[in-house]
């Protein structure tokens, strides 16, 4: 009997685990709007592996072919060549006519031109990811950061930043943010450079595995690592267990 609670070991436990399933702020995967919560998300591109080959297309259903309406194309150049028998009116109107012509033309070769944007990076990133995409294997993404990106497809950082922002592909093995396949690198001790994303995953499945009536150290965790040959700092191990969104030692562990 536990002293104060007048409950056994094994309903403190069970009370325990169920306290640790709920969540502290229910409404927050609102995002603070109904209709974001429940979109789904529609993926960009398509990144298929056959034989072997990557084929990429684009996801277009929501743009829709777009093309200046002929007759009033037609119009203007009937109005602008019959400049001597133009009355004011009619100059106004075809000068109108040629604002919104110039600005429809203008929309147009932006959303081409995004179009092209898109294309051309995630042409990059295939070209540097090719082996995940093949596989699936996230041991096999390599270490990649905007910069690396930028400098392949011809654009500055700031452009490779807003494409991949909120951007998603399907590939064979799912669906993913561009984002995922971002991440800083880091060298063994025999000068070796891998994708930090390789160190998360062993830091996780050693936390998965741990005792949870004594769940292991941020120091523990550096340690492991060392003996593995990443030399990674305690402060920097902390930092990747919380982008892994996992709580300190203390909050992990189990009566």
């Not at 971002?182 to 390789?198: A, K, P, V």
């Not at 936390?207 to 030399?231: H, Q």
């Amino acid at each position: 009997i536990i002293k104060g609670l007048d409950i056994d070991e094994t309903a403190l436990k069970r009370a325990i685990r169920e306290i640790t399933t709920l969540d502290p702020k229910p409404c927050a995967s609102w995002g603070g709007s109904m209709e974001t919560a429940l979109s789904q998300i529609i993926p960009d591109f398509v990144v298929e592996a056959v034989n072997g080959e990557l084929i990429l297309s684009m996801n277009n259903r929501g743009i829709p072919d777009m093309r200046i309406n002929r007759e009033y194309v037609e119009m203007f150049q009937d109005y602008a060549g019959n400049k001597a028998n133009q009355t004011t009116q009619m100059k106004e109107a075809v000068q109108f006519v040629k604002q919104k012509l110039d600005s429809a033309q203008w929309f147009i070769d932006a959303i081409r031109q995004r179009q092209e944007t898109l294309q051309r990076t995630m042409e990059t990133i295939i070209l540097l990811q090719r082996d995940f995409f093949l596989t699936g294997d996230e041991a096999t993404l390599r270490p990649m950061i905007l910069k690396d990106v930028a400098e392949r497809a011809g654009y500055d950082i700031s452009t490779i930043s807003r494409v991949s922002n909120s951007k998603y592909v399907q590939t064979n093995f799912g669906i993913y943010p561009l984002k995922y396949f971002f991440s800083e690198s880091m060298q063994t001790d025999s000068g070796e450079e891998i994708s930090t994303r390789e160190v998360k995953k062993i830091m996780k499945e050693h936390i998965d595995g741990e005792d949870k009536r004594k769940p292991l150290t941020d120091e523990e965790l550096a340690s492991i690592l060392k003996e593995k040959g990443y030399i990674i700092a305690r402060r920097t191990v902390a930092k990747y267990r919380e982008q892994l969104g996992i709580p300190v030692a203390r909050l992990r562990k189990e009566i």
